[in-house]
C-alpha cells in the first residue's frame, strides 16, 4: 500500500500565501510525476501543477506567476508554493503520485492523497 499524507491548507486573506506539503510512504519502488489537482463544488477536478523526478514541471495558466511546485525525490514530498492567492483558489486540494511498486511484477499506479482545504477570503 501506499499513503500520501497532505499538510498546509487553511484560512488566509487575498493576497497571502500558503504552502502545502505531500509526503508518500510505502512500498515505494520510484515515483515518476508528483502533483497537485483542486476540486470546488459543482466543478471537475482540475491539475494546478505537477513535476515530473527530473525536474519538470507543468502549471495551469489561472496559476502561472504564482504558484511554485518542487519536490524532494528521496524523501518522496512534494511542495507547493502558493502566492499572491486569489478567491478562485479556494478548493480542496488533492496531491496524487504515479507510484511504481512491485505486486508480483512491477507496476505504475496513481494514488491520491485525501484532500486539503485552502480557503481564501476577501
Known amino acids: 500500500q501506499v499513503q500520501l499524507v497532505e499538510s498546509g491548507g487553511g484560512l488566509v486573506q487575498a493576497g497571502g500565501s500558503l504552502r502545502l506539503a505531500c509526503a508518500a510512504s510505502?512500498?515505494?519502488?520510484?515515483?515518476?510525476?508528483m502533483g497537485w489537482y483542486r476540486q470546488s463544488p459543482g466543478k471537475q477536478r482540475e491539475l494546478v501543477a505537477a513535476i515530473t523526478s527530473a525536474g519538470s514541471t507543468d502549471y495551469a495558466d489561472s496559476v502561472k506567476g504564482r504558484f511554485t511546485i518542487s519536490r524532494d525525490n528521496a524523501k518522496n514530498t512534494v511542495w507547493l508554493q502558493m502566492n499572491s492567492l486569489e478567491r478562485e483558489d479556494t478548493s480542496v486540494y488533492y496531491c496524487y503520485a504515479e507510484v511504481r511498486r512491485r505486486i508480483v511484477t512491477i507496476v505504475t499506479q496513481n494514488w491520491w492523497g485525501q484532500g486539503t482545504q485552502v480557503t481564501v477570503s476577501s
Open positions: 510505502g512500498d515505494i519502488i520510484s515515483i515518476n510525476t
